[in-house]
């Protein structure tokens, strides 16, 4: 054998010189110990006999050769150079806004927030639970509403969630019709008819300034102020629609309602829009938090996140998600939505902006760009121009007469993007950065003369004016100087585990590395700063970089195109089912509604079959965990002239390559359905297999797994959908911007308000392509197994690991089954995830896809250390539930039941628990030298959903 054979594996000092070489965790030596370990003696072994055949690509990834950091930095430069940034006064639900630089750096550039996982795991997720807690405050308080979630996707989907849950609150059995303002965002109107489509609910829109048109309602959505920018008295129309049984949703400006009575206040029913304005960047589009709020009666029926206020086993105040019964890991079908992943990072943002900023800050704001708009009327009416609305707040309607196109062009001149509304009408839309230069250059554009001196008359008619106080609560009051605000910052950072902490094992849910130089381009100002709807030529860098990424994810998914409209992976499921649906529409088969989904299927997969207008079926698993072929087999004969999909995960949720991957495939396709497969196990694929090629029609992959993008403590994500060459004409469209879909004509319309969805966070995905290059990517998908395996062998005789594939292999995670231990000592699973984190771990996957299990997930990413740290606490674990067997802990006072354990309950006069303090704190001797303490004990959740809570709790609640 040659030394260079040996070089890159015998080597420990093997100098790291490719990113690949530091995004992989372990050494190549590390590997082959590993794989040593696993009973292999080299990685294409282990890949073969884990990987069915039947599977394998033929074709290595034909992608362009890795880029070093400093390289993929350059070409990012280059792109963004691209972009043109101008100053953006279109409004349509997005405006110009100042990320303060406290919140900026220490949030959003911040990995102890960004790479945080949903706060499932509520002890070690206080922090991010607390600032969520500011947001749904924030929210409830601005909309006049008692309860508000955290978060939602987008204003579009919001309002069309919205549609949704005001269905489901009528109690009609009919689909009805849903009303909605012709004032309504353009965008928002599109993103409801795409989802109304499937519901059969039929979608009117009007005029609704002078009262309700004829017919029969369940809802009706108004926009506040509307998109032409019209403030308009909300109360008598929303009495007319209650009065003809109709539910009310308002979208609503969360600026514009420190200044307008908020719609809890005139009997909105439910309140839906967007918190970009409060700090976070256009992005070209997003990731944004979309927000939702509902009176008193609804909150059960409310889709997404909520935060709500408990008890830990201390009775301390402690935060945790509330009421999630509601939602699609334990409904499913009958969810009230398939949200998952959401937008906690902006969310939170947003909540910090409110925060710095204050009550009388906010309003602040707001009243200065109120006057920039007062003041901009004033001089176009001075300067002859017609001003449309006589009551506005920050955006102005001006009529030209057959001037439109001229005046947006002489304002492009002066480096400024109006909105052309139509040949007639101009809009523009102030905002926090907007200067009087701005308001002048504009009048200049328009022909007319510099604002007049003086001090018009606000445009907020008195009946209209907020008279209610706001952000009461001593949080937005306390932290105002920046070096609270940062302390503040870091107090909350500093109660949770993130992944700059220690290794999240999340099975599914992939926590890999986020790089820095991913992450380094989003806050660029070329990427930052252009609004959604600004001209395409000052996008030029941005279409590039998605076209290269969307041709990227195509090679290697193996599908013939890809869009990355939906904003999380939920919302590639509904798009990729929207797909099918258009697709069996199209052949004269819209009867085939039936969607087959295994048992073992994430929880989105049957909530999104739903949102699609489909009838899911669920076909059973055999006890090794795979599909059962007879079963589907007689599903498939049972429903064959209605069945239009089976939806797949692959590798499977249980972790194994299932090798009838391509008989489930064929069987389908045989009987007229297509192939979903749920793309979020790509980790465990890329370079070794292409879902395009064994079988699949349409797939959606979750960029914030597989693609680096940041968990953001549960959001932001991106679920592009791909899809064979018969689904292109189906793919997710845009009406505002024909270039974002299939083509003009074709479409299946937008799952998401902006034409290229969160487009602000896909160069994170586009710069790890470009840095791993096709060797690497494979390689990280080979460390993934390798990994996963390792961890499988060194936990195999501690816990039954349950379903593995052929040969005892797992594919990229593994699942440890405590159902017998159970059985035998009373500790559950939960007992294990809750004493992980005195150990200083977040725990895997609890529950998903088997109850009474962990699903383990390591990822290529973490050094062999590290696994070994990870391991040797489970082995531990195991040693502690050995001594409940054993009778040496007592069953119900043990340091597993007891977990986690605060500083606060070890420093205690009077210690009256059967075991040490030191082996409640202390398990592993390497934990002295780095101790997370939790800030609660174990939290009890039946209690918050008794007595529901969602906001911040007074500060005597915190008292002893
Ligand atoms: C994460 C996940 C999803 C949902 O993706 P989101 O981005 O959270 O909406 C769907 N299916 C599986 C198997 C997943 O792991």
């Known amino acids: 054998m040659t030394a260079e054979f040996f070089a890159p594996v015998a080597s420990p000092q093997h100098p790291r010189t490719r990113f690949a070489d530091r995004h992989v965790g372990p050494s190549p030596d590390d590997h082959a110990r590993m794989l040593a370990a696993i009973g292999y003696s080299g990685v294409e072994a282990l890949i073969d006999d884990a990987v069915p055949a039947a599977i394998r690509t033929t074709r290595p990834l034909d992608l362009p050769p890795a880029l070093s950091e400093s390289a993929a930095l350059a070409r990012l430069r280059e792109l963004a150079s691209r972009n043109t940034v101008l100053t953006s006064m279109i409004g349509l639900g997005y405006y110009g806004t100042i990320t303060p630089g406290v919140i900026l750096r220490n949030v959003l550039e911040n990995p102890g927030w960004y790479t945080a996982y949903t706060p499932y795991q509520p002890e070690i997720s206080q922090g991010r639970l607390e600032a969520l807690l500011n947001f749904q405050t924030m929210v409830g308080d601005l909309t006049g509403l008692p309860v508000a979630n955290a978060s939602m996707l987008d204003e579009g ?41 499937p519901l059969g609910i039929d979608v009117v829109t009007a005029d609704l300034s002078d009262g309700l048109p004829d017919g029969d309602f369940f809802g009706v959505l108004l926009q506040y102020p509307g998109a032409s920018g019209a403030v308009r008295d909300l109360a008598p129309v929303t009495a007319q629609a209650h009065e003809r049984g109709a539910l009310v949703v308002v979208a609503a400006d969360l600026l514009a309602l420190t200044l307008l009575r908020p719609p809890g206040e005139y ?175 504009v009048l200049e554009a328009f022909g007319a003369a510099p604002a007049p001196a003086g001090d018009p008359a606000d445009r907020i008619p008195g009946e209209l004016r907020r008279e209610s106080p706001y952000l009461t609560h001593p949080v937005f009051h306390e932290h105002r100087s920046e070096t609270a605000m940062l302390r503040y910052l870091r107090r909350l950072q500093d109660k949770d585990i993130a992944l700059d902490r220690s290794m999240i094992p999340l099975g599914s849910c992939t926590m890999k590395l986020n790089a820095a130089t991913e992450m380094e381009p989003i806050t660029w100002p070329e990427f930052a700063n252009i609004h959604p709807f600004a001209p395409l030529d000052q996008a030029a860098g941005y279409l590039e970089l998605i076209a290269e990424l969307e041709e990227r994810l195509a090679e290697i998914t193996g599908y013939a195109k890809v869009s990355v409209q939906p904003n999380a992976g939920s919302q590639g499921e509904l798009a990729g089912l929207l797909a099918i649906r258009g697709y069996h529409a199209s052949r004269g088969e819209g009867h085939r509604t039936v969607c087959l989904i295994p048992s073992s299927a994430h929880g989105t997969n049957a909530a999104s079959a739903v949102m699609a207008g489909m009838r899911v079926v669920v076909v059973k698993c055999d006890a090794d965990g795979d599909i059962d072929l007879d079963d589907l087999h007689a599903k498939i004969d049972k429903h064959r002239a209605e069945l239009a999909a089976i939806m797949v995960t692959y590798p499977s949720t249980h972790g194994v390559f299932e090798e009838t991957i391509t008989e489930v495939c064929a069987a389908v396709h045989e009987a007229g359905g297509q192939v979903y497969v749920d793309g979020a196990n790509l980790n465990a694929l890329v370079g070794l297999a292409r879902p395009g090629e064994f079988g699949s029609d349409v797939s959606h992959l979750n960029l914030h797994k597989t693609f680096c993008i940041p968990h953001g403590g549960g959001g932001p994500g991106v679920g592009p959908i791909g899809v064979r060459e018969h689904l292109v004409p189906f793919l997710p469209s845009h009406p505002l911007r024909p270039e974002a879909g299939p083509g003009e004509g074709r479409g299946a319309g937008p799952v998401s308000a902006a034409p290229w969805g969160s487009a602000g966070i896909l160069p994170i995905s586009w710069t790890y392509i470009a840095m791993m290059g096709p060797d690497g990517l494979r390689a990280a998908t080979e460390g993934a197994i390798i990994a996963a395996n390792y961890v499988a062998k060194r936990l195999a005789p501690h816990y039954p690991i349950l379903y593995t594939g052929r040969n005892g292999l797992v594919a990229h995670e593994c699942i440890a089954d405590l159902r017998k231990i159970t059985k035998e000592t009373g500790i559950t699973a939960e007992d294990v995830a809750k004493r992980l984190i005195d150990y200083g771990f977040h725990a895997p996957t609890l529950a998903f896809p088997v109850a009474g299990t962990l699903m383990i997930e390591p990822t290529e990413s973490e050094d062999l250390a590290e696994l070994d740290r990870f391991c040797d606490a489970m082995i531990q674990i195991r040693r502690e539930i050995q001594r409940v067997a054993d009778g040496v802990y007592d069953r119900a006072d043990n340091p597993l039941k007891n977990a986690p354990h605060t500083a606060e309950c070890l420093i205690t006069e009077d210690w009256k628990h059967p075991y040490s303090r030191e082996e409640a704190a202390y398990p592993l001797p390497s934990l002295r030298e780095n101790k997370y303490w939790p800030p609660v004990r174990r939290i009890d959740q039946a209690y918050g959903d008794r007595n529901l809570v969602c906001a911040c709790p007074p500060p005597e609640a915190f008292e002893d």
């Open 157 to 197: 989907t919001a309002a069309a969630e919205a549609m949704a849950l005001a269905h489901r609150a009528s109690k009609r059995k009919e689909p009805g019709a849903f009303l909605v303002d012709a004032d309504a965002l353009p965008q928002t109107i599109e993103v409801i008819r795409t989802r109304a489509v």
């Open 267 to 441: 009997g909105a029913d439910i309140a839906v829009g967007s918190a970009q304005r409060f700090g976070v960047p256009y992005g070209f589009g997003g990731p944004h938090a979309g927000y939702l709020a509902v009176r008193d009666g609804l909150q059960r029926q409310l889709p997404g996140r909520l935060v709500g206020v408990s008890v830990d086993a201390d009775g301390a105040t402690a935060y945790r998600l509330a009421l999630q019964t509601r939602e699609q890991h334990i409904r499913r079908e009958k969810a009230t939505s398939n949200i998952c992943t959401a937008q906690v990072l902006l969310a939170v943002m947003a909540a910090m902006y409110a925060v710095y900023h204050g009550p009388e800050g906010l309003a602040a704001i707001a009243q200065r760009v109120h006057r920039r708009a007062v003041e901009l009327a004033s001089g176009l009416r001075a300067g002859g121009v017609e001003v449309v609305h006589e009551a506005f707040f920050d955006t102005v309607l001006a009529r030209v007469p057959g001037r439109a196109d001229e005046v947006v062009a002489a304002a492009l001149e002066r480096g400024i993007n109006l909105r052309r509304v139509d040949a007639d009408h101009v809009g523009i839309a102030c905002d926090e950065t907007t200067a009087p230069e701005h308001v002048a250059a």
